[in-house]
């Protein structure tokens, strides 16, 4: 990622354009749910095609295990994914509850946390007086505040939905990537793997570079480490398969 110069960073700093930018609701990245399935999803499918070519079987059975193997473990991992959204959204609604009702019920304890809260940030005396005087004069403000600075928690930007589509539809793309050699007819069973190992290799590579590259981190490094997680889950797949192929035949 481009890093701004001093003249971009001060036009982006000028109060219209601060107010602008923080009038805008945030949204939250999808780039880990990218990742998260198009790692998976391509370590689904390669795991499945080294097992099958460890094991001996032929390119068909390897083609038709991969499919099943992307889509259901695919359509898995988007719902595991939403369900974990809905379960952050539940944890910050019964935490709003809890505040709202500790609120009611004491509410000059209630005033006290936040008093020690920012008291912790450095305010002190009338002005830590004031800060909490006017968070604690809208329940929401007070609840939202306490919800951040208390617990962690924040709702902004969350999408379980989306979380769930963007892990479905990565683990999918990226996925169906290295049982493409085993779609193309007149190569050899050897060929098709070894094009198939070149292509999700590339793929652990590319994923690896992209990520840290987005975040502006050495790209090399994360790419390489992708990789060789990637390795080792191909490599534990093709020696079960392989072992499990001598112990049948023995």
């Not at 971009?8 to 990245?29: F, M």
């Amino acid at each position: 990622m481009p890093i701004p110069s001093r003249q971009r960073l001060l036009a982006d700093h000028l109060p219209d354009a601060v107010q602008a930018r923080l009038g805008i609701t945030p949204k939250a990245s999808t780039l880990p749910d990218a990742v998260l399935g198009g790692i998976d999803g391509c370590v689904t499918t390669f795991a499945v095609v080294s097992g099958a070519f460890g094991a001996g079987f032929s390119p068909q059975v390897a083609l038709v295990l991969g499919f099943a193997n992307l889509l259901a473990d695919g359509l898995s991992m988007a719902v595991s994914n939403y369900e974990a959204g809905q379960a952050q959204l539940a944890q910050i609604a019964s935490a709003e509850r809890t505040e709202h009702r500790h609120i009611a019920l004491v509410p000059e304890g209630e005033r006290e946390e936040i008093r020690q809260l920012f008291r912790a940030k450095g305010f002190e005396g009338e002005l830590l007086e004031q800060v909490v005087e006017v968070l604690c004069r809208d329940p929401e403000v007070w609840v939202s505040t306490m919800l951040r600075e208390e617990y962690g928690l924040s709702r902004e930007g969350l999408s379980p939905l989306r979380a769930g589509l963007v892990t479905f539809a990565a683990f999918l793309g990226v996925g169906a990537l290295p049982l493409l050699p085993y779609a193309l007819p007149g190569l050899g069973v050897v060929t098709q793997f070894l094009t198939s190992l070149g292509v999700a290799a590339a793929v652990f590579l590319g994923i690896g570079m992209l990520k840290s590259a987005v975040y502006g981190l050495p790209a090399w490094r994360s790419g390489l480490r992708t990789l060789c997680m990637g390795s080792a889950a191909a490599g534990l797949a093709f020696v079960t398969g392989h072992g499990a192929q001598m112990l049948l035949d023995g």
